[in-house]
T-cell receptor, first 114, second 114 residues
């Protein structure tokens, strides 16, 4: 069975600090795609960053970057220079190359303090 | 840029009534997904469609049905509503394998069953 574990239910940091959200997953498949989604209080689900499992290079999107360790099945998200607007629930998820459904973690509530 | 459109945004129904949720994917997206998110929970995959055919099925109750039409919009039909069906229902769309399964979410329909 495919699972995603986010071990940090809630985190809080000061504005402008760097924060890392952890995510581990389990699958016996070798081809899949990993994602981080952000859900602010509006509850809109926003794609933050994605990573193809066959790529060794870590994905980056402006202030957001990932540390992808395929052997360890780890996919952490680093947010640099955090901003108040980064306050949200962050969900780690992946989808297998063989089907369509996203497998989600339970989420990490991130609070950025002024 | 055009986003996924969902209607209605809010819906209040009584127990045992029926509801129909609509989803209009991003232009040129051929795959539609439906998710249910209860309060404080991660999204649960319900069902997906690729090129108007059901592509994957998750934890969708038998009381629910869905389809994708020739213009790629999708409808989720929910009958014999129960209190436990109260949730945020997301529709997402993607171009399938063309974009590594990146799923873009609509704003959601908040269903309240009383």
């Amino acid at each position: 069975a495919q699972t995603v574990t986010q071990s940090q239910p809630e985190m809080s940091v000061q504005e402008a600090e760097t924060v890392t959200l952890s995510c581990t997953y389990d699958t016996s498949e070798s081809n899949y795609y990993l994602f981080w989604y952000k859900q602010p209080p509006s509850r809109q689900m926003i794609l933050v960053i994605r990573q193809e499992a066959y790529k060794q290079q870590n994905a980056t999107e402006n202030r957001f970057s990932v540390n992808f360790q395929k052997a360890a099945k780890s996919f952490s998200l680093k947010i640099s220079d955090s901003q108040l607007g980064d306050t949200a629930m962050y969900f780690c998820a992946f989808v297998l190359d063989s089907n369509y459904q996203l497998i989600w973690g339970a989420g990490t509530k991130l609070i950025i303090k002024p | 840029a055009a986003g996924v459109i969902q209607s209605p945004r809010h819906l209040i129904k009584e127990k045992r009534e029926t509801a129909t949720l609509k989803c209009y994917p991003i232009p040129r997206h051929d795959t539609v997904y439906w998710y249910q998110q209860g309060p404080g929970q991660d999204p649960q995959f319900l069902i997906s469609f690729y090129e108007k055919m059901q592509s994957d099925k998750g934890s969708i109750p038998d009381r629910f049905s869905a389809q994708q039409f020739s213009d790629y919009h999708s409808e989720l039909n929910m009958s014999s509503l129960e209190l436990g069906d109260s949730a945020l229902y997301f529709c997402a769309s993607s171009q399938g394998v063309a974009t590594s399964y990146e799923q873009y979410f609509g704003p959601g329909t908040r269903l309240t069953v009383t």
